[in-house]
């Protein structure tokens, strides 16, 4: 493909980036922003806002059944999930990073140093992969299909969301904890809401300390902390000297630090078929509303994601909506390791044996 097909097509992709912001912005939806962010906390925000847009033309024109994506997947992936995507189907451009990728070495007593393409490293020389995004194009367009748009193999379904009651996933409550004492927080317990002036939860940078009350059940307690933790990960106006900044801490506001946090939660809690939206959504249109409109859109729903996401990833806990199907990864890499010993076995055959293809059927 030229390089001025590309930049066209980036170009087009960007402009509807800005389009559906805008939108969001103009209708003050981050309901609905939120909401499908929850289904895809593995893409970025960007990308969320791209697939919905995307998804959403393709349903008003008849093209897909679904009135929301679900998970989405590239044209071979869902092969290797053994399902195919059906003819007629186009699939939603989104945003790749395009890295540049370097390797170097640090030959014993040395400093690191970048290698060239066909060097080969020292005996005894360590070595390291590095990348950066091209400076010149930091983005590439990549496709994906929503499941609405394949047929083949089912795939398993999401557990049903139950309402914030009873008991949290197994697991939850002590990662949660976990990360928050390894960003030097000690977690106290309040005996009822009276205690910390009404609040479900409060994080402390005075004393570094988080306290959610302990008279809620374990899935409440288990969002609650959810949402300090975001706190802790996203508002923290301390300086290199550890006091407290507070031209930092007045650079977001009151209202938009409280949407953040609930939101990151909010996608918590979805990841673990936990629907705390009854809770959540009134909460996060509450302080929206304080600030005359989220007025950082974009950047907000940046961060909760990326903040979303580095919770879930530390989390030992079975997880839900990251937007990809279930065990792809895991299939995709099955399918490489078992290609080197497929056309090994092919290669081994006697002389004139009839070749049949192997791979992935198209």
């Known amino acids: 493909m030229k390089a001025d097909d590309v930049d066209d097509r980036l170009k087009a992709v960007q402009e509807m980036l800005t389009a559906s912001v805008e939108d969001l912005f103009a209708s003050d939806d981050w309901r609905a922003a939120l909401s499908a962010a929850a289904r895809f906390h593995n893409y970025s925000f960007d990308n969320v806002l791209l697939i919905h847009a995307q998804h959403h033309a393709a349903f008003v024109d008849g093209r897909v059944s679904a009135p929301e994506p679900s998970m989405v997947a590239g044209f071979r992936q869902w092969q290797a999930m053994g399902r195919q995507v059906q003819g007629g189907q186009h699939g939603y451009r989104i945003l790749r990073p395009n890295r540049v990728q370097w390797r170097e070495t640090k030959d014993p007593g040395g400093e690191w140093r970048r290698m060239a393409r066909t060097e080969r490293p020292q005996p005894g020389a360590s070595l390291r992969q590095r990348s950066r995004l091209n400076p010149n194009r930091p983005f590439d367009l990549a496709t994906v299909f929503d499941i609405s748009q394949t047929e083949g193999e089912p795939i398993p379904e999401p557990p049903t969301p139950v309402l914030l009651a009873g008991r949290a996933t197994e697991g939850l409550w002590s990662g949660l904890t976990e990360q928050v004492a390894s960003r030097g927080f000690v977690l106290r317990d309040a005996p009822s809401a009276a205690s910390l002036g009404g609040a479900n939860g409060v994080t402390s940078w005075a004393d570094v300390s988080v306290t959610v009350r ?32 507070l031209d930092a801490a007045m650079l977001v506001t009151r209202g938009v630090k409280e949407v953040e946090a609930e939101s990151v939660a909010f996608l918590i809690g979805a990841a673990h078929g936990m629907d705390t939206s009854d809770y959540s959504l009134p909460y996060i249109s509450t302080w929206a509303s304080r600030d005359d409109g989220i007025s950082v859109v974009r950047q907000s729903g940046t961060r909760v994601i990326a903040t979303a996401r580095k919770i879930l990833d530390a989390l030992p806990t079975q997880q839900w909506g990251s937007g990809q199907p279930p065990g792809m990864v895991e299939r995709v890499e099955q399918l490489r390791r078992e290609a080197p010993t497929l056309h090994a076995r092919r290669d081994r055959r006697p002389a004139g044996a009839a070749r049949t293809a192997v791979g992935v059927s198209r």
Do not use: Q
């Open 214 to 245: 302990a008279d809620m059940d374990d899935a409440a307690r288990a969002k609650t902390l959810s949402h300090e933790l975001g706190h802790v990960i996203l508002h923290d106006p301390r300086g290199p000297d550890s006091s407290i900044d």
